[in-house]
């Protein structure tokens, strides 16, 4: 899959004229390709099983493919197993048009406590993180790392401002500092803060520590939604 770079017309500045290796370099990377590649060994049976469960739940496809920013501002499909319903954009303006509350926290956070696009399954693949083993794909392609910032849109981007520039030197991550410290709990500030933090202390010893205490927070379901 072919990835475009943002332009000179970017927020961020000519990327072209100033692209960067991705922080860790070899080994960084070397162990995102050992890791994905035993986790996805390990995992296929339940990759397998979670791939039939959303396929024939409703008929519809078991892979959703968002445009995110990755390394050097390069977009990319990150993939999950779809947890909304074939028509959850007609869902989602029916109810932000119903619910104004509802309406406001999505304008402030693009995200819903109460989301009416999530399946009964989607659900439970969000609360246990399991909608995003297909990112393991992702990491082999090399579009994403086993620890990083996690994957965000453009506009969401534009919120990071000048600590943009911190975020564009790593490939994203499946976990991170974000998602064992409360994920949705806390401000987007703060995410910003760790995802700064996390570029300007790399360490392959940081990485294995963020991996070991993503185990729990998956188990107790922290911030997740």
């Not at 309406?103 to 989607?122: C, F, H, N, Q, Y």
């Not at 943009?164 to 500092?177: C, H, I, K, Q, S």
């Amino acid at each position: 899959m072919k990835s475009a770079t943002r332009s000179a017309g970017s927020p961020f500045g000519n990327l072209d004229q100033a692209m960067t290796l991705p922080i860790g370099g070899l080994a960084k990377r070397s162990f995102d390709i050992t890791a994905a590649v035993c986790a996805l060994i390990l995992f296929s049976p339940i990759f397998l099983m979670i791939m039939a469960l959303v396929k024939y739940s409703d008929n519809g496809p078991a892979f959703y493919g968002h445009t995110r920013i990755g390394h050097n501002g390069r977009t990319f499909k990150c993939l999950k197993f779809r947890t909304m319903a074939v028509d959850g954009d007609m869902l989602l303006r029916n109810y932000l048009r119903d619910n104004p509350e509802a309406a406001e926290e999505w304008r402030l956070t693009r995200k819903l406590k109460s989301d009416p696009r999530v399946t009964a399954i989607g659900t439970v693949l969000r609360k246990l993180s399991l909608d995003e083993l297909p990112q393991l794909i992702n990491i082999l392609r090399g579009e994403m790392s086993v620890v990083g910032p996690r994957p965000v849109v453009d506009d969401e981007l534009k919120v990071y401002d000048s600590f943009a520039v911190y975020y564009l030197r790593t490939r994203p991550g499946l976990t991170g500092l974000w998602q064992i410290s409360g994920r949705n709990d806390v401000s987007y500030e703060t995410r910003i803060a760790f995802d700064t933090q996390y570029v300007q202390n790399w360490s392959l010893v940081q990485d294995i520590a963020i991996i070991l205490k993503t185990i729990p927070a998956v188990c107790l379901a922290r911030g997740s939604y």
